[in-house]
């Protein structure tokens, strides 16, 4: 689909909701989202460019929910929306972009080995969709993960510490499992992870070593 293609159905379904004007582009987001400028008769959005292999029918099922959610309804994202964009076909035509957008240095192999360990002490079960690599994006945080395109970023003076390398990895790991519905639920997401986290031996102690580092999980 191109940027054609899209302005053309977001002047359809906008007309549908009183929108005189509407337009539309596909943006080069790192993460995968939608943004809006509007008046009450105009509007514009920039759409993520990770949709543009999507099915037409996904990408008109999303924007008809997000009109409704601008008129202010409480509404769902459609079941197909969410399938699509928690497949393995989304993360082949998208996760090599993601990759290269978060500037991303991948594994030297220290971060397989950790999520090796931890599968092997039973405390993680194996997710091979799961891809890992070293960050150096601004913030205090160990880490960072991606439930939609299944990645594991660790600062890299983390892995220099390998009690601490399992820590951050086991944290980020369960949470990249997760499928988006399991993380849409933000109340379930904070107890998912916290219960996790729970179950991890000395993870108070640990994270006591990760703040003397000056970083959190």
Same mark, same amino acid.
């Given at each position: 689909m191109d940027n054609a293609q899209l302005t053309a159905m977001v002047q359809r379904i906008g007309q549908n909701h009183n929108f005189k004007d509407a337009s539309a582009t596909f943006e080069e987001f790192r993460d995968f989202k939608v943004k809006w400028r509007r008046s009450y008769q105009w509007i514009e959005l920039e759409v993520s460019d990770y949709l543009q292999q999507a099915p037409e029918s996904?990408?008109?099922?999303?924007?008809?929910? &997000? %009109?409704s959610k601008i008129r202010g309804d409480d509404v769902d994202?459609? @079941? @197909?929306v969410v399938d699509y964009i928690d497949s393995d076909e989304f993360r082949a035509a998208n996760r090599i972009t993601y990759l290269q957008r978060c500037r991303c240095i991948m594994d030297d192999g220290r971060l397989q080995a950790s999520y090796d360990r931890l599968v092997e002490k039973g405390l993680l079960k194996r997710d091979d969709r799961l891809v890992f690599g070293y960050t150096a994006a601004p $913030?205090?945080?160990? $880490?960072?993960?991606? &439930?939609?395109?299944?990645?594991? %970023? &660790?600062?890299?003076?983390?892995?220099? @510490?390998?009690e601490l390398l399992d820590l951050v990895v086991y944290y980020h790991s369960t949470h990249a499992s997760l499928s988006y519905r399991e993380a849409a639920d933000k109340t379930n997401l904070k107890v998912t992870c916290a219960l996790a986290l729970s179950q991890y031996p000395d993870h108070e102690e640990l994270q006591d070593r990760l703040i003397d580092m000056g970083l959190r999980l």
């Open positions: 996904v990408v008109e099922h999303l924007l008809e929910c &997000i %009109f994202y459609p @079941d @197909d $913030g205090a945080t160990a $880490g960072s993960s991606s &439930i939609l395109m299944k990645t594991v %970023f &660790i600062r890299e003076k983390v892995a220099e @510490d390998p």
